[in-house]
C-alpha cells in the first residue's frame, strides 16, 4: 500500500520547494511506494481557491482535509507556514484519520503562537505587501531564508522566482492569518505516532531552540528524532537535501 507523504510549503513560497522531495521519492530514494502530494495554499499556483482576506490556519487545514481522502496510510510534513498548517490539522483529524497517520515532519517551525509584537509586525507586513508588492519581500527574506553559502546560485534564484510569483493578496492574508495562529504544544503533547524535526543550525527565524521545546512537548510519541542540519538556515532541507533526505528515508520507513 503506497504512504502518502502531504507536504505543505513555507511562505511565501509555493509547492514546488517540495520538488526535490517529489524526485527523491519517484527514484525510490524514500523507500517504496512513497507518494508525495504538495498542494498550493489558496489564491496561488495550482489551486484552484480564491484567496480569502485571512488565511488563517484552520481555513487552511479544512482546504488540505480532501488530500486526506481515501484508505492510504499518510505522513504529514510542513515546513515553517507548512507546519503551522500541519500542526492545525493535526488538531482537527477525526478518528478515521487519525487511524491511518502514520508520522509528523516538522522543519525549521514553532509550535508557539506570536506575542502582541509578532502580530503586530505580521499585520504591518501584510499592509506592506498590498503596498508595495513582492519585490521588497524577496530582498528581505532572501538573507533569513538561506545561509551564505547558498546565496548567488540556483537555490537561491528558485526561491526568489517562487516569492515573486507569489499573488500580493494572497501572501497579505498568509500574514494575516499566521498571527492569529492558536499555540499548538498541546497537539504536540497528545502525538501518539513518530515525530521528525530538522531544523537548520543557523535558522534565525525559528532557532533550534523552537525544535528543542517541541521535541520535549512531544513527550508521548513513540519515538522523536531531530535533525540540526549544519550550514543551512530557514530553509535547511532545500539547502542540504543530501542530509535531509536521508534522514526523511529513515523516518518513513519507521512509520510504516
Same mark, same amino acid.
Given at each position: 500500500?503506497?504512504?502518502?507523504? /502531504?507536504?505543505?510549503?513555507?511562505?511565501?513560497?509555493?509547492?514546488?520547494?517540495?520538488?526535490?522531495?517529489?524526485?527523491?521519492?519517484?527514484?525510490? *530514494?524514500?523507500? *517504496?511506494?512513497?507518494?508525495?502530494?504538495?498542494?498550493?495554499?489558496?489564491?496561488?499556483?495550482?489551486?484552484?481557491?480564491?484567496?480569502?482576506?485571512?488565511?488563517?490556519?484552520?481555513?487552511?487545514?479544512?482546504?488540505?482535509?480532501?488530500?486526506?481522502?481515501?484508505?492510504?496510510?499518510?505522513?504529514?510534513?510542513?515546513?515553517?507556514?507548512?507546519?503551522?498548517?500541519?500542526?492545525?490539522?493535526?488538531?482537527?483529524?477525526?478518528?478515521?484519520?487519525?487511524?491511518?497517520?502514520?508520522?509528523? /515532519?516538522?522543519?525549521?517551525?514553532?509550535?508557539?503562537?506570536?506575542?502582541?509584537?509578532?502580530?503586530?509586525?505580521?499585520?504591518?507586513?501584510?499592509?506592506?505587501?498590498?503596498?508595495?508588492?513582492? =519585490?521588497?519581500?524577496?530582498?528581505?527574506?532572501?538573507?533569513?531564508?538561506?545561509?551564505?553559502?547558498?546565496?548567488? =546560485?540556483?537555490?537561491? *534564484?528558485?526561491?526568489?522566482?517562487?516569492?515573486?510569483?507569489?499573488?500580493?493578496?494572497?501572501?497579505?492574508?498568509?500574514?494575516?492569518?499566521?498571527?492569529?495562529?492558536?499555540?499548538?504544544?498541546? /497537539?504536540?503533547?497528545?502525538?501518539?505516532?513518530?515525530?521528525?524535526?530538522?531544523?537548520?543550525?543557523?535558522?534565525?527565524?525559528?532557532?533550534?531552540?523552537?525544535?528543542?521545546?517541541?521535541?520535549?512537548?512531544?513527550?508521548?510519541?513513540?519515538?522523536?528524532?531531530?535533525?540540526?542540519?549544519?550550514? *543551512?538556515?530557514?530553509?535547511?532541507?532545500?539547502?542540504?537535501?543530501?542530509?535531509?533526505?536521508?534522514?526523511?528515508?529513515?523516518?518513513?520507513?519507521?512509520?510504516?
Amino acid at each position: 500500500m503506497p504512504l502518502r507523504l /502531504v507536504a505543505f510549503h513555507a511562505y511565501p513560497l509555493g509547492s514546488g520547494m517540495w520538488g526535490f522531495v517529489s524526485g527523491a521519492a519517484a527514484s525510490g *530514494a524514500l523507500g *517504496a511506494d512513497v507518494e508525495v502530494v504538495a498542494p498550493d495554499y489558496r489564491g496561488r499556483g495550482a489551486s484552484a481557491l480564491p484567496a480569502a482576506a485571512e488565511h488563517t490556519m484552520p481555513l487552511l487545514a479544512k482546504d488540505a482535509l480532501p488530500l486526506l481522502s481515501g484508505d492510504d496510510p499518510f505522513v504529514l510534513m510542513g515546513l515553517s507556514m507548512g507546519g503551522y498548517v500541519a500542526l492545525e490539522l493535526l488538531a482537527r483529524l477525526d478518528p478515521a484519520h487519525r487511524a491511518r497517520l502514520r508520522g509528523v /515532519v516538522l522543519c525549521d517551525t514553532r509550535a508557539g503562537a506570536d506575542d502582541e509584537a509578532g502580530r503586530k509586525k505580521r499585520t504591518d507586513s501584510a499592509a506592506a505587501i498590498e503596498r508595495d508588492g513582492m =519585490g521588497p519581500v524577496a530582498e528581505a527574506m532572501l538573507p533569513q531564508f538561506l545561509a551564505p553559502g547558498s546565496r548567488g =546560485g540556483a537555490l537561491e *534564484a528558485l526561491v526568489r522566482g517562487m516569492v515573486l510569483a507569489t499573488p500580493p493578496a494572497a501572501a497579505a492574508a498568509d500574514q494575516r492569518g499566521m498571527a492569529q495562529r492558536a499555540d499548538r504544544f498541546d /497537539v504536540l503533547g497528545s502525538l501518539s505516532v513518530p515525530l521528525l524535526l530538522a531544523v537548520g543550525e543557523g535558522d534565525a527565524l525559528t532557532p533550534p531552540a523552537e525544535s528543542e521545546r517541541m521535541a520535549e512537548a512531544a513527550g508521548n510519541a513513540p519515538s522523536v528524532s531531530f535533525v540540526s542540519i549544519p550550514d *543551512a538556515a530557514h530553509l535547511a532541507p532545500l539547502e542540504r537535501p543530501e542530509l535531509f533526505l536521508p534522514a526523511l528515508g529513515t523516518f518513513l520507513d519507521r512509520c510504516r
